[in-house]
């Protein structure tokens, strides 16, 4: 089992950066896919970014790719997401993810951090 703590949420203005951190729980973390999702007012959530174990694959929404880059720290336990150019469609709370197994269904959950990109 893994608990992930997100941190770096914030204020900031539209084409400004934040690098959102979730700090992971366990000795396996490298056995996990990583990944981000993300819940906008009214909306479902939706994926924004993953990356493999090892962090040789990544994967991203069409919405960020070329913006976003997530990456990992295995001698850490912690994964990032390094988010530039943010617009204001971009405002959410943003969710740390976990799973041994799949890229798009995950088990493990963080608390959410608030992302809010003013314009």
């Known amino acids: 089992q893994v608990q992930l703590v997100e941190s770096g949420g914030g204020l900031v203005q539209a084409g400004g950066s934040l690098r959102l951190s979730c700090a992971a729980s366990g000795r396996t973390f490298s056995r996990y896919i990583m990944g981000w999702f993300r819940q906008a007012p009214g909306k479902e959530r939706e994926f924004v970014a993953a990356?493999?174990?090892?962090?040789?694959?990544?994967s991203y929404a069409d919405s960020v790719k070329g913006r976003f880059t997530i990456s990992r720290d295995n001698a850490k336990n912690t994964v990032y997401l390094q988010m530039n150019s943010l617009k204001p469609e971009d405002t959410a709370v943003y969710y740390c993810?976990?799973?041994?197994?799949?890229?798009?269904?995950?088990?493990?959950w963080g608390q959410g951090t608030q992302v809010t990109v003013s314009s």
């Open positions: 993810v976990a799973d041994r197994y799949n890229w798009r269904s995950y088990d493990y």
């Open positions: 990356i493999s174990e090892s962090g040789g694959r990544t």
